[in-house]
């Protein structure tokens, strides 16, 4: 397998010309944490659209409650990928929790544990996006 | 430590994509001497708003009419349709805000059409609407330091008797302690009239000098307005108590009849124990144990699920983050609690969270694809 960064990984299996690939990515599990997937949700909800944040639904059992929950048209925006690949088995978390993930490959878990996790890349997201309407 | 310990519950209450059961061939619907025969459909039309699988849901009678209703958390409203009718014959929204508002609701309990109950869990709060959705009352229901502030709907349906409400306050606050004792806080009893509350009802000696994490301390109850009686079933004990409305009286009901289940605590340590979170799920996933019990008024039966394990691998393979139902049985007592048989379900079926029972059958929600759709089949219990 190498040394494939989680990004090389991610974008193995999603190519695509419409997802920006040096910025940094979210991936929200269908069920766990639930006050933690809310975060993730809330901030999918505030920068559906951008190129500077992508973001990545896995194991979604119900597309439908998943339109009703963020809206029916979530899957249209260019940075919303619906993950049908189970993408979270290529990084070594435990699936409970959403997951960011930088260009450098850091990554962290938006967790009770991790409590800083949306500020940080919301302050990221400040210094490095110079958002481009698609 | 509730918000915690929801999180936690959360992980449990989900869908089975794939578990076979390892176990002994059993016909599925069969039981020794009882089986479950489909006899009829339901099937409701969902709007765009709508999803099945939602546990949230009764049946109510007003003026000679059934409804199928059902809680919309993201529309916050109730939706009726008339019981052998496919279209949604009214929706109910509620304000979260303003004058009339009542937040988000978490559960309801429809006493007339002019009189519904609306419970709040984020707010602690029930409210008393009339039939423009104008709040007649509110009732703060939490107090703190008392016990635990109530968790209700789906298995664990509010209901009314006399001036009453009562609310299932389960969990314990240290579900991940070696208990010695418990305090009489399980059940809510809120008198509408007076805005009093009382608490009663602890945990069963059962749960002591063990350590049984959040899952294991679920509570889940029945109304029988027949005889006036509460019946509760906590995951594991195999017996079931009662609390008798017409003289105040709790007691320990023996099961005879059935095989006793033998739930493993997590740990009989003393203190704390508190396992990663995907673990403790796998110790859940690996047992039998029970969980809601339903009253059939008109065979005057009860039905209480047992939650089967999961087979062997696919607790290996879980990561915590699928959504998983596992496969389940119903037991089916007498008025006594006599166990008269437990019937198999088919895996991957059903939806357990909505199933409810009226007239003498037992409606279970299909797990189908067109979301569409909300489909109950209609089980007559032969052989009685």
Known sequence: MGCDSINSKISKIYPSENLESEVPFIIIPNAGCPGCISSAENLLIKYRGSNCINFYLTRVVSKKKLKIKLGYDVLEYENIVLDSLDILSEVNVSGFYPVIIYPDNSYFEISPDYPNAVNELEGYLEHNCHDIER | ?384
């Open chain 2, 1 to 384: 430590m509730k918000f915690i310990l929801r999180i936690q519950v959360f992980v449990i209450i989900l869908i089975c994509v794939a578990c076979n059961l390892s176990k002994e061939n059993k016909v599925p619907f069969s039981g020794e001497y009882l089986n479950l025969k489909r006899v009829d459909s339901l099937v409701f039309n969902l709007d765009s708003l709508s999803a099945g699988r939602n546990p949230e849901s009764r049946v109510y009678e007003f003026d000679g009419i059934k409804y199928f209703t059902f809680l919309n958390r993201k529309s916050n409203s109730l939706y009726f349709y008339q019981k052998n009718d496919s279209e949604v014959d009214r929706i109910i929204p509620f304000e979260r805000e303003g004058e009339n508002g009542v937040g988000n609701i978490s559960s309801y309990f429809i006493h007339r059409l002019d009189s519904i109950f609306l419970y709040s869990y984020g707010g602690a709060r029930l409210y008393l609407i009339d039939s423009n959705q104008v709040v007649l009352n509110r009732y703060f229901v939490d107090d703190e330091g008392v016990g635990v502030r109530p968790e209700v709907g789906g298995r664990r349906p509010l209901f009314k008797v006399g001036d009453h409400i009562v609310l299932n306050s389960w969990g314990s606050q240290k579900e991940y302690y070696n208990n010695q004792d418990f305090p009489e806080v399980s059940f809510t009893f809120l008198n509408i009239k007076d805005s009093s509350k009382t608490y009663k009802i602890s945990y069963p000696d059962t749960y002591k000098n063990a350590i049984w994490g959040v899952q294991f301390y679920q509570i889940f109850h029945d109304y029988n307005p027949i005889d006036n009686l509460m019946v509760i079933s906590y995951p594991i004990d195999n017996n079931l108590y009662v609390y008798d409305f017409n003289n105040d009286n709790y007691e320990k009901i023996s099961v005879l009849g059935g095989e006793d289940l033998d739930v493993e605590p997590l740990s009989y340590n003393s203190g704390k124990f508190v396992p990663n979170i995907i673990e403790e799920a796998k110790h859940q996933m690996g047992q039998r144990y029970y969980s809601s019990i339903k009253f059939d008024s008109k065979n005057n039966l009860y039905y209480r699920l047992i939650e089967e394990p999961f087979d062997e691998k696919y607790i290996e393979e879980f990561s915590g983050s699928f959504s998983i139902y596992g496969p389940n049985s119903i037991e089916i007592l007498d008025n006594q609690f006599k166990v008269i048989d437990v019937i198999l379900l088919p895996e991957n079926s059903y939806f357990m969270g909505s199933m409810f029972v009226d007239d003498g059958y037992i409606y279970l929600e299909k797990i189908q694809d067109n979301e569409d759709l909300l489909i109950f089949d209609a089980f007559n219990v032969n052989g009685l």
